[in-house]
């Protein structure tokens, strides 16, 4: 329960929507409490945001599959999705400034504030949005269907 | 402003923040850095139903494992087994006792009404960190609504006759989506068709024919 403010935060950050967010950190817990995933101390959090982030983008997927006006290949099995997921998101993070990758990670691997980013950071919050703007939409870029 | 302008207000601002005045990024950012209200969210995560139809059994199992859950996963694994282990025994004590019962009864006394109900039995266990799901004599709906939720899919019945089928099977959590449907549409009377996150349930006339 400690880590679900975090989570619900990353998951705004990508979905906006209340009830699809409080979905995607239920289901994650739910995973847990039910799967057997036994998590190793001191990583908890890291694998929470991580799933939080994966589920939110192959949320994002889906709609851009629904939208798309053509059918779209799948990318295999839900686990092979998983790691395409990971490894876009790895592929993009990598490619952007050092000040935006640590802004992603504040962000969406701490789940700070934009409040605590811009104070860490020493920038506006303002700074921040326009920042954490450019990531999303850079990431978003490579689950749109004309991109696939 | 009804929910999906916020939603695309949002993405708007996200895209084209230039559009938007501070004060504007200012109010959106303050209401996603909102703080839901933790402990609400985790109560409805726990009270979420159970995949499967919900017995009482289950629902004390389930209590258990929540109960514990913070005193470590190993002695939740532990508790949990003792407990199945302790269910079992009362259930064939219970057994045996209405089988020995059932033969002193003479025929007169028995009810010409009297329903047997089938039973269906749902039980999971997990090794290595791999959930392993029997069914036994469980209705293809119910079986299909765990599975949906699992793999994150929507399940469609095209006709209603399939949906009231019941089956013994064993399944993964570590299974693909595909490799389960292989194993499902093994069973006759029913075809189970993919598309993306949908599955269509359809009877199988070719397999009707086989039987």
Redesign the interface.
């Known amino acids: ?1 400690q880590h ?2 975090k989570m ?2 990353v998951a ?2 990508l979905l ?3 009830q699809e967010s ?1 979905d995607v ?2 289901d994650i ?2 995973s847990l ?6 998590l190793v101390a001191g990583t908890e959090e890291h694998y929470l945001m991580s799933s939080v982030r994966n589920r939110c983008l ?1 949320r994002l997927r ?1 709609e851009a ?1 629904k939208q798309a006006p053509f059918p779209l290949p ?1 990318w ?4 092979e999705e998983d790691d395409r997921v990971s490894d876009i998101e790895e592929y993009v993070v990598s490619h952007l400034s050092t000040q935006e990758q640590r802004i992603f990670g504040l962000r969406f691997t701490e789940g700070c ?3 605590e980013i811009a104070a860490k950071e020493g920038i506006s ?2 700074a ?3 920042h ?2 450019h990531i ?2 850079t990431i978003k870029k490579q689950f749109n269907p004309s991109s696939l | 402003m009804n929910p999906m302008d916020d939603k695309q207000l949002f993405h708007d601002m996200q895209e084209h923040p230039e559009k938007y005045s501070d004060e504007q990024l200012e109010a959106m950012m303050a209401e996603l850095d909102r703080e839901p209200d933790a402990e609400e969210a985790w109560q409805k995560t726990l009270s979420r139903p159970l995949p499967c139809r919900e017995r009482s059994e289950y629902k004390w199992q389930h209590k258990l494992l929540l109960s514990l859950q913070g005193r470590g996963r190993e002695r939740v694994r532990i508790a949990a087994i003792l407990v199945a282990a302790a269910f079992l025994g009362i259930m064939s004590l219970a057994s045996y006792k209405a089988f020995t019962i059932g033969r002193g009864t003479p025929k007169s006394l028995a009810k010409p009404d009297t329903t047997v109900v089938e039973t269906e039995r749902y039980y999971y266990d997990v090794q290595d960190g791999d959930t392993i799901f029997r069914f036994e004599n469980v209705r293809l709906d119910s079986i299909l609504a765990i599975v949906g939720r699992h793999y994150d899919c929507q399940v469609v019945f095209k006709e209603k006759a399939p949906q009231g089928l019941r089956l013994y099977m064993t399944c993964r959590t570590s299974q693909t989506l595909n490799e389960f449907l292989e194993t499902l549409n093994m069973f006759d009377g029913f075809n189970v068709r993919r598309e993306f996150y949908m599955l269509y349930v359809e009877t199988d006339e070719k397999k009707e024919g086989k039987r």
């Open positions: 329960m679900y403010v619900h935060r705004r950050t906006y929507d209340v409080e950190c239920q817990f739910e409490l039910r799967g057997g995933t036994v192959k889906h599959i799948r295999g099995s839900d686990s504030s934009y409040e919050k303002v921040v949005w326009k954490l703007s999303v939409t």
